[in-house]
């Protein structure tokens, strides 16, 4: 597996929080949705609001229908999409 090098700096909230702006890319004839992203290395998942799902075409009934469970013990239904995320800048 080829190593890949990647050097930007970070965003960070005032609860330092690293954000990386990111672009989503949907279906062809959606415009893409440029946005922070928080950086997560203990997420399993990328997950966005329904709203984007919708602005980039994506069908949602389509996907697997999986619960998203928070650090703090939460738990929200979700579903699985496929969409491009590229790291901007």
């Known amino acids: ?12 909230l005032p609860h330092s929080r690293p ?3 990111v672009r989503l890319i949907g279906r062809r004839g959606f415009a893409p949705i440029d946005t922070l ?14 709203e984007f799902a919708v602005r ?10 999986i619960p998203i469970k928070g650090a703090t013990g939460g738990q929200f239904p979700a579903r699985i999409v496929p969409v491009t995320i590229e790291v901007v800048g």
């Open 1 to 12: 597996m080829p190593t890949v090098f990647y050097q930007h700096t970070l965003q960070l």
């Open 19 to 21: 954000l990386i702006p």
């Open 37 to 50: 992203a928080l950086l997560d290395s203990g997420a399993d998942r990328c997950v966005f609001p329904e």
């Open 56 to 65: 980039l075409g994506l069908d949602l009934s389509a996907g697997a229908s």
